[in-house]
């Protein structure tokens, strides 16, 4: 017999069953909130064209693509590939359907999306991502920035998670910070260093700076700058500390972060809410409000959800214009870091099962399947256990994945009453069915 | 500007909200009661091995699988593909994980699935499979059967169709026939023409049967047997009347039939049931029971769900023995049928907004939050739309997605009372905040 891996090929996450229903129950009330903010569901097909994948894409994207190849077909050129985010493929629908959608657009997408990315220990490369977005027409009012950061932190709330900070920030700011500096021309330069400033020394950023050619003085500045955070006043007294004139870019910024925060501070009042202006969420693609969530004990693990404001999310498909904004959670990574910290439990307390019934035999099986339907009714999840070995063993396996079992001989099935049998206490107690 | 297709993929299922929001209920649904039954949820990566998904295959399935390539790693011998059923991972998972799962292990998926058939109208290469599947080890008693076609159609009951007929069989009961008539041998080629003969005129059958060298005599008993259907009893009593002599095997099927057919009848209780010996589901893989299930007045659609019992679920991966019995309903296909014979809708009757909140400006968006707040408590679904356009043109959009409207001036705001407007029937109501 040829000798096979079974093992999930590397960066995928296999879950137990008794992790699965700890994961679902997570996904199910991401969706749940969601949903209750008004956002629409849609689905789309996880494989998509090449060419709309791949239409503004570059950097890592192209090297982690999974291209997919029908036998029959060519497989010199494939056309068709697996989507790496959900972004691309909401651009493509929004172009699509626009005639049948109501604008603004409130949009989830719950599902799985695909990168070869190299293999490690908690990255994976197919993972779920759980967006929330919204799309307008023409224009997109900022009070949706707040709209779609407020419905991720509610969601997240739902997962019992110790206290957490939003941190905030709008790039318009930065841009017209750096006009002010004369070093629009070096923007994306700089946004990549501020963007890792974090996780390095901050002579290390400052070295980074020189050699891209800043003089001591904008060093000065912009490491000052990307060290502004606090409150929204705070944030603001800071910039104008360093700011050398002003520009209408910063103002514009400030005006939506002042906006952003004051709804969010109605809506997630058990958040600490930062404007913070180390945030950046990478080189390109967000042009306004910017965030990232964090557990403010477990910096460690990184951002638990981030997104930003797009100018325009579908201008490779069309010369329309549909700005929007938009957040995710990552929730493979997620389940697996608090999974790893304790922050989440997959044991045992998490039996899948309500009710195990083990009917002695065939004789038994019309009323164990009376008292399952009654059990389910009541809204119990309810397991008939038809095996036909030892009643040990059968406890053995009930004790695995239900909380109660009921054993029906035949004084139970012609009495039509039965012992519940709590099988973690051993306590007993009588119903009549 | 380059132009870009954005049509979803040929053989791809893309729905708009409305319509998605319906797909989802019945997904849930699906999935509610199959949990209910104690079923466990799992979920395999959508890639697998290439050496696992066709340790079985030959036939359609390797035509239709769909390789995966990674730029970076060699295209010319794809060693990972999409999943074309819920099977082949199901065996990978069992063997890989069978320490930690409890057997019988009465698992679900719910989850797309992938083929590259040849694309026509309502077919569709990526489509949705919701599974449910017991599996033992070493035994599964028969009365799990039972319980899998019972979970499915009280699953199906969900879609508030019109009446089910599920239809049953037992290919040990075809296997012992065929032996009586020393046509073992060309079992599996019989088998296809009974698998086809719903669709063709007796005649055409009778000629298949022919050419495959049956004498007239075995041609009169085979048509015979095929159209035998009925309760269990009929059936029995029809069956003796066409077979010479008896065989084990044969007397094996019946009893495994009547144990099915009683224990359904008490658990579905409002289907007909019949035992039906044109049912076969396809050539190998089946070794006992085998059922589908009909709509009784839209038999031309073909079954809307479908499973049976096999002998070894990972003979390809393992010496040991998994017995196994499933049924899975195919949701994409169901959902293009159903909505196209109208017995699901999905017009503006699924609503997927219940509130949408207008708040005139700034001043009022603190009092529509804590309106939306309230509301949300209460389990809707609430929007709040931002929009700064006219009014006319907000409660148009508004109406397109939601039920109710509640527009928000200053004067709800200092008042506390807000008009809710019945975006159907126009009807209003006041309601303090």
Known sequence: MKKFNTSPLSGMQELLPTEQVVFDKLKQNISDVYHHH????????????????????????????????????????????????HTVPLARYVVEHNND??????VTQINRNFRGERAQRGRFREFYQCDADIIGREKLPIAYDAKVIACIYDALKT???????????????????????????????????????EKIPLEASREK??????????????????????SYEEAERKLNDILDGNTEKVAEGLNELKIVTNLLAKQCEDANIDVDFMIIRGLDYYTGTVFETFL??????????????????????????????????GL?????????????KTDSENLPI???????????????????????????????DYNETKLGKRLDRASKIARFAIVIGDSEASSREVEIKDLETGEKAKRQF
Chains 1, 2 share one sequence.
């Open 38 to 85: 008004g956002f629409l569901s849609i689905e789309t097909p996880i494989i998509e064209r090449t060419d709309i994948l791949l239409a503004k894409a570059g950097g890592d994207t192209e090297k982690q693509i999974y291209f997919v190849n029908k036998t029959a077909e060519s497989a010199d050129a494939p056309d068709q590939a697996l989507r790496f985010d």
């Open 101 to 106: 959608l109501a604008f603004p657009f409130c």
């Open 159 to 197: 997962f019992n998670l110790p206290k957490m900070r939003i941190r905030l920030s709008n790039r318009k700011v930065l841009s017209g910070f750096l006009e002010t500096l004369n070093l629009t021309k070096k923007s994306a330069e700089i946004s990549d260093v501020i963007d890792h400033a």
């Open 209 to 230: 700076l020189e050699k891209l050619g800043l003089d001591r003085e904008q060093v000065r500045k912009v490491c000052d700058f990307m060290f502004v955070r606090g």
């Open 296 to 329: 403010e004990d477990y910096r460690e693990i990184g951002s638990i959800s981030s997104g930003g404001r797009y100018e325009n999310l579908a201008s490779n498909f069309t010369e329309q214009k549909f700005p929007g904004v938009g957040g995710s959670i």
């Open 332 to 344: 493979t990574r997620l389940f697996f870091v608090l999974n790893e910290i304790g922050l989440i």
């Open 354 to 384: 309500d009710y195990c019934i083990l009917p002695f035999g065939e004789d038994e099986y019309d009323f164990a399947l009376k008292v399952a339907k009654e059990l389910q009714k009541e809204g119990n999840v309810v397991d008939i």
